[in-house]
């Protein structure tokens, strides 16, 4: 079962009515939060956010390839990867029973 997909600006929107922010504060903060995230992978740097998660980054090495539509043999580029990796409160809130529903709803 799949659930929605949510936007940045949804993101935003629910920010900004827990925190009673302004929409425009809440859409502030989330970029900067997603700015200060990819600025700290990009010098290296591992953000652990205590329940949440942490997001690191890993190196892949080159390999060899093949391009599918001629089948000929190409080198692939070594490359930095972003990862994250879920924290325990994280898991166990999305693993959460769902509340148990009322009589008569």
Do not use: C, W
């Not at 997909?5 to 903060?29: G, H, I, R, Y």
């Amino acid at each position: 079962m799949r659930g929605r997909t949510v936007n940045k600006n949804e993101l935003a929107d629910s920010v900004a009515m827990v925190a009673s922010l302004k929409k425009s504060e809440a859409e502030t903060a989330v970029d900067a939060m997603f700015d200060a995230i990819a600025a700290a992978l990009k010098k290296g740097d591992e953000v652990r956010i205590a329940g949440f998660g942490t997001f690191h980054v890993s190196e892949r090495a080159a390999t060899e390839g093949r391009n599918p539509r001629t089948g000929e043999k190409m080198m692939i580029a070594a490359s930095k990867q972003p990862k994250f990796r879920a924290g325990k409160g994280l898991k166990d809130t999305v693993n959460a029973a769902p509340a148990p529903l009322a009589a008569g709803d």
